[in-house]
């Protein structure tokens, strides 16, 4: 069984910066991907970030050029660095893995951003 734990939310000003980890537990050889969901109220859950196998990263336009993700795979773990954030990034982060065919997700990571 693979577990996700994330840490790393929390609140913080608009403009600020936070890291969002999201570690991967269990008998696991390899990840295709890791990556960030999120939710805000009201809205349906989105892609944020993803990281996938040979280093292809993805990313939504509203975050590109301010969030960054990077996997260390010997730890198992993925990375989302969050700069310049914005009042509209507030939401629940989900970090989402994708191993051997089956998806797993963490129980969620609250992000709010102040004015």
């Known amino acids: 069984q693979v577990q996700l734990v994330e840490s790393g939310g929390g609140l913080v000003q608009a403009g600020g910066s936070l890291r969002l980890s999201c570690a991967a537990s269990?008998?696991?050889?390899?990840?295709?991907?890791m990556g960030w969901y999120r939710q805000s109220s009201g809205q349906q859950r989105e892609l944020v970030a993803v990281s996938r196998s040979l280093g292809r990263t993805e990313y939504a336009d509203s975050v590109k050029g301010r969030f960054t993700i990077s996997r260390d795979n010997t730890k198992k773990t993925a990375y989302l660095q969050m700069n310049s954030l914005k009042v509209e990034d507030t939401a629940v982060y989900y970090c989402?893995?994708?191993?051997?065919?089956?998806?797993?997700w963490g129980k969620g990571n609250l992000v709010t951003v102040s004015a």
């Open positions: 989402r893995a994708l191993v051997y065919g089956t998806t797993y």
């Open positions: 269990g008998t696991i050889f390899s990840i295709a991907a």
